[in-house]
């Protein structure tokens, strides 16, 4: 039986907000729309997963965001930060252990100006040549993403969060503002960088209509990479007593992601590995295709705290490869040694390499 509304999507990519509405609201087309995500992904990508070492470097952050467990107002927020010498042990034990892509994400700590940051980047790139720079340090000037882009940066993260100005303003301090984020994702877009954006699925206050709104802005942007994942409570925040992302919301948003982006490299997260113990493999099988294995040092995760019960050790860690590739095997995937970029066009897939 074919679902005419993802079939749709399917063919060309789109949908008017009243048919992206019924797909976002009722469960009923979720078997179909997730079928079609993983023969889209499939078409594109084949079997391939790729891994990215994530490095979160610093706990530190000048903002107040009041989802997040980092934001500079939470005075129980362990805070630490990595040497140089430390981020660069992480990538050498993530070499070795078959990574190719690194990704430094932080708060926003201006104790990194933007000389260490770049001879931070110099660095990897000269030891690692074969290896893709990610950054993921939030908001900066043009001038400041143009010199982290000279100094070797290949990628960028900066989820736009939520495209409706009204929305963002209630998930954010007042010198926040939706603009100045759009700003930066179009600024990195120009300047070279393979750019990410994304939001939260089920952040407070968020209807359909503002999940609409994030996936015109995404049609607008065209980025490379798209992360999403569902909002957590985090208990040193404003918002935590407000209910979480479902698991069937971010599911079923991922799939739409994969019909509406087919090219694009879609993390399955690890908030999404943290509301349900399968929650990362299913993301694969609905259209996921990059996984995000922690490579920081044991000893500093538990306080990278965005979130509560953020898992930080044990399977879903960068250190046992073995474990996570049983894991992505178990869901039908394959996880490959390769910077993965992004594949812009065709969708001839090579499944040997
Ligand atoms: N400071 C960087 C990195 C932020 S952490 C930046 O501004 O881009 C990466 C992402 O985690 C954020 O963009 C946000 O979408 C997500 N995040 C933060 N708090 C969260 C929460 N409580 N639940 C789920 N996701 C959260």
């Known amino acids: 039986m074919t679902d005419q509304l993802v079939e749709k999507l399917r063919k060309d990519r789109d949908l008017s907000d009243s048919e992206l509405k019924a797909l976002i609201e009722d469960p009923s087309h979720d078997a179909a729309l997730t079928q079609a995500a993983d023969e889209v992904r499939r078409q594109w990508y084949g079997d391939k997963v790729y891994l990215r070492g994530l490095i979160e470097f610093t706990s530190y952050c000048r903002n107040d965001c009041l989802y997040c467990g980092l934001r500079a107002g939470n005075k129980h927020a362990e805070r630490y930060r990595l040497s140089k010498d430390e981020i660069l042990s992480c990538c050498k034990e ?3 252990l078959g990574y190719r892509t690194f990704v430094l994400q932080g708060g926003e700590d201006p104790y990194y100006t933007d000389d260490m940051i770049c001879d931070i980047v110099r660095s990897i790139k000269e030891k690692y040549p074969d290896c893709a720079v990610t950054l993921s340090i939030g908001e900066k000037s043009r001038k400041s993403y143009e010199r982290y882009y000279e100094a070797g ?29 759009k700003r930066c994702l179009w600024d990195l877009k120009e300047i070279g960088y393979q750019v990410g954006a994304g939001f939260m699925v089920g952040s407070p206050y968020q209807t359909t209509d503002n999940l609409i709104a994030d996936l015109r802005f995404l049609q607008e942007l065209q980025p490379d990479m798209i992360g999403i994942g569902p909002f957590i409570t985090h208990q040193d925040t404003p918002f935590r007593d407000m209910p979480g992302g479902t698991l069937e919301l971010s599911l079923r948003m991922l799939a739409i992601l994969r019909l509406m982006f087919p090219y694009a490299l879609l993390p399955s997260t690890t908030a999404l590995g943290t509301i349900d113990p399968s929650g990362r493999e299913l993301g694969l099988q609905s259209g996921g295709n990059v996984v ?30 073995s474990c996570l590739e049983m894991r992505i095997k178990s869901a039908g995937y394959r996880a490959v040694t390769d910077r993965g970029d992004v594949k812009r066009s065709g969708s001839a897939v090579n499944t040997e390499d």
């Open 153 to 181: 940066a290949d990628r960028y993260l900066l989820r736009h969060e939520t495209a409706d100005p009204a929305h963002y303003s209630k998930l954010h301090p007042q010198n926040m503002s939706s603009e100045n984020r």
């Open 94 to 96: 993530g070499y070795a």
């Open 292 to 321: 995000m294995p922690n490579l920081s040092p044991v000893k500093v995760r538990e306080k990278y705290a965005i979130y509560d019960n953020k898992i930080c050790t044990g399977e879903e860690s960068a250190q046992c490869r």
